[in-house]
């Protein structure tokens, strides 16, 4: 079994910071990419930031320059640091992974339980 746990979430004014954290455990071959969505209220779930095992980044334009994704590989573990947060930010954030259970097995997509940021003053 795959679990992936984030923490990090909160209540935060505007223009404060937070950091997310995802960590993977289990029977895990490998990570192919991790990834962190976000889904407010009424609307669907968007990519926020992508990392694939290569290192390559991606940003919804919406958080270019205020949101950064790393990974630490021996933690199994996707961060996303936020910065100079605003309302808008305000959803719920998943992560999410590609991820190998069995050498010759496929990448199989696994998503965290979600963790709560609100930014309000």
């Known amino acids: 079994q795959v679990q992936l746990v984030e923490s990090g979430g909160g209540l935060v004014q505007p223009g404060g910071s937070l950091r997310l954290s995802c960590a993977a455990s289990?029977?895990?071959?490998?990570?192919?990419?991790m990834d962190w969505y976000r889904q407010a209220p009424g609307k669907q779930r968007e990519l926020v930031a992508g990392?694939?095992?290569?290192?390559?980044?991606n940003y919804a334009d919406s958080v270019k320059g205020r949101f950064t994704i790393s990974r630490d590989n021996a933690k199994n573990t996707v961060y996303l640091q936020m910065n100079r947060l605003k309302p808008e930010d305000t959803a719920v954030y998943y992560c999410?992974?590609?991820?190998?259970?069995?050498?010759?097995?496929?990448?199989?997509?696994?998503w965290g339980q979600g963790t709560q940021v609100t930014v309000s003053s």
């Open positions: 999410n992974a590609r991820i190998k259970t069995r050498y010759w097995g496929p990448l199989s997509d696994y």
């Open positions: 289990g029977s895990i071959f490998g990570i192919n990419a």
């Open positions: 990392l694939t095992s290569g290192d390559s980044t």
